[in-house]
């Protein structure tokens, strides 16, 4: 099992260009999330799906929109980016789990600078 | 609002010694995560606390849930170079969709 991918690992971008982060979880997790790292700071939560077909927004949503494909790939896309949204992006994934413990499985991350 | 507070932020300590991170959060919950992340790296999964007076160890750390005292804690004993890592704890917001609310982070620097 791959658990949780995530493409690209990389990415430049220039003010006003738009892109798509790629997430998709081989474990039959029905809750994804997507969520942006900043120097010095937790991770706080973007968007969510607790299950196929729906999404709602976490704590900083604004500048960005998902896509819950099907249960495996949800998809986060920055329509104009601008240089606030440089961070480190992370999909996560979970299930109820073992004993209810809710844990969220993490992916490896997408490093993005917008200039 | 759920709010999770993190102390110490930095942390430099000699290898041999003893130390605890302690970590705060503002309402109930009984589902708290602790996470290593290694520079450039993703998120490992190092302890789940699921109840009350919950006790989890691995090899030199240990982790301790107070769901009264609304407080976990990170023990290292006998510290090495190894265990230089930012250390996340996580709460589960039991309302709604069961999002997780992080701390700010621990850089532990663990000198020779």
């Known amino acids: 099992n791959a658990g949780v991918t995530q493409t690209p690992k990389f990415q430049v971008l220039k003010t006003g260009q738009s892109m798509t982060l790629q997430c998709a979880q081989d474990m039959n997790h029905n809750s994804m999330y997507w969520y942006r790292q900043d120097p010095g700071m937790g991770l706080r939560l973007i968007y969510y799906s607790a299950s196929e077909g729906t999404t709602d927004k976490g704590e900083v949503p604004n500048g960005y929109n998902v896509s819950r494909l099907n249960k495996r790939e949800f998809s986060l896309r920055l329509e104009s980016a601008a240089p606030s949204q440089t961070s480190v992006y992370f999909c996560a994934s979970r299930d109820r789990g073992y004993a209810n413990s809710y844990e969220q499985y993490f992916g490896p991350g997408t490093r993005l600078t917008v200039t | 609002e759920l709010k999770v507070e993190q102390n110490p932020l930095f942390l430099s300590m000699q290898e041999g010694k003893n130390y605890t991170i302690y970590c705060n959060y503002s309402t109930t919950s009984d589902r708290l995560y602790w996470y290593r992340q290694d520079p450039g790296k993703s998120l490992e999964s190092l302890f789940v606390?699921?109840?009350?007076?919950a006790v989890k160890q691995e090899g030199r750390l240990m982790a301790s849930l107070d769901t009264k005292a609304r407080l976990s804690t990170l023990h290292i004993t006998a510290a090495v170079h190894d265990l230089s890592a930012t250390y996340f704890c996580?709460?589960?917001?039991?309302?709604?969709?069961?999002?997780?609310?992080f701390g700010q982070g621990t850089r532990l620097t663990i000198n020779p």
């Open positions: 606390l699921l109840s009350n007076g």
């Open positions: 996580a709460v589960l917001l039991i309302q709604g969709a069961q999002k997780l609310v």
